[in-house]
């Protein structure tokens, strides 16, 4: 494959994971029992930018990317690639359009034991959107990036401190007037580790692909 080629093929492999961290998030909102840390810290700051105009949670999420990126820049800019700038904008984009899909296509109520299982599932799809965007080393995004920079500098695990930087994240969330719940714990248990597991096979398999192109 050219250089050209491989550029494109990356990029797309890192929308393809916001396709599904936006979907994800959306199930998890969804759930109304707990959003995730993370979501629960970019509500937070939906809340706080909505108090100076009308903006969408996707907004918030350009937001909290453009600051988190540029406290990465000053850390380690060689960890800022093109494919964090995709998914900076892109993350955006698909949270917006996949709440318009859900909004319209599930029920207005439902009960513990549904809101429990689409829960579980916005988490496997979050860890599944971390780990494609991942994959490709061709940029982590705004919830990777500071975790997996002090990965390397500390010798911990990523999925210990994806864990620990989300708790922090939530932590200012709720102090901005974000609501959590029973969701919230769960899904700090499951979306690191998730994300950890499913990696080295998501690498596996777009590398395979690299061997027979």
């Not at 029920?107 to 494609?132: D, K």
């Not at 911990?156 to 200012?172: N, P, V």
């Not at 998501?202 to 192109?213: L, S």
């Amino acid at each position: 494959m050219s250089k050209y080629q491989i550029y494109i093929k990356k990029s797309l492999i890192v929308f393809l994971g916001m396709v599904f961290l936006g979907l994800g998030i959306n199930l998890i909102i969804y759930a109304n029992i707990g959003v995730d840390p993370f979501t629960t810290g970019a509500m937070g700051v939906f809340k706080l930018i909505n108090k100076y105009g009308d903006y969408t949670f996707g907004n918030a999420q350009i937001v909290i990317n453009v600051v988190f990126l540029t406290i990465a820049f000053f850390l380690n800019k060689r960890k800022i690639g093109y494919g964090t700038l995709i998914s900076a904008v892109v993350i955006g984009f698909s949270v917006d359009l996949w709440k318009i899909a859900l909004v319209a296509s599930f029920p207005a109520e439902i009960n513990f034991i549904s809101s429990l299982l689409i829960l579980i599932l916005g988490c496997i799809v979050i860890g599944t959107g971390i780990a494609i965007y991942i994959s490709p080393d061709f940029g982590l995004g705004a919830g990777e990036i500071l975790p997996m920079i002090a990965s390397e500098k500390t010798g911990w695990k990523f999925k210990y401190l994806k864990i620990a930087g989300d708790l922090i994240f939530f932590l200012i969330g709720v102090s901005l007037g974000a609501a959590y719940g029973v969701g919230t714990i769960i899904s700090l248990v499951l979306i690191g580790p998730i994300a950890h597991q499913l990696l080295p096979y998501v690498k596996r398999i777009f590398n395979e692909e690299d061997h027979n192109d």
